[in-house]
């Protein structure tokens, strides 16, 4: 039972184009949904989070929409660049009592050609 | 680098042996979590530390797999009698562990292990 889930597995985009990265979740008990970025060779490295509470959070070139009543959540990057070419992993925390417990999507592989 | 680390990088053995992984979490966390990620799949949770205490283990865990964290510091994670359906990226994240929501997780490069 996938919980949280990036149906695009890929998505390549113009340099200075936007790039919009797309999340739907399943358990109304997550309350706090994050973003991470995976190099090859490397662990996932922590790119910007949203609390339930909020629908937008935003930072610098990414922002992060949360649309509850749809259970959707996406990230924005804007302009694209070549070094955000990577895997983007969307995560949720909250469904069990365990604190910091992350569910993780399948991820969608960014290409940003030049 | 005062980051996470993980060793060793790459594993390879064959079915039925034992393998310890090693994690060095960021020197003032108090949380420790171990993921496992497969081919084409995100990172899933396996278990957490909360300073030396194991506090959640996933059903994930089968009864082969178990993990330390003596005194707090580092977290051993050891897969006994492996399978090959063992073979993925297991993850070690830390976090500050103050109990605040969206705690960010920094995550270490993962040991890679191949089970033959």
Redesign the interface.
Known sequence: DQQVKQNSPSLSVQEGRISILNCDYTNSMFDYFLWYKKYPAEGPTFLISISSIKDKNEDGRFTVFLNKSAKHLSLHIVPSQPGDSAVYFCAAEGDTGTASKLTFGTGTRLQVTL | DTG?SQDPRHKITKRGQNVTFRCDPISEHN?L?W?RQTL??????LT?FQNEAQ??KSRLLSDRFSAERPKGSFSTLEIQRTEQGDSAMY?C?S?LGQ?V??????????TRLLVL
């Open positions: 996470v949380r979590y993921y084409g799949q995100g990172p899933e949770f957490y506090l959640e993850l994240a976090s109990g929501r969206g705690e960010t997780q920094y995550f270490g490069p993962g």
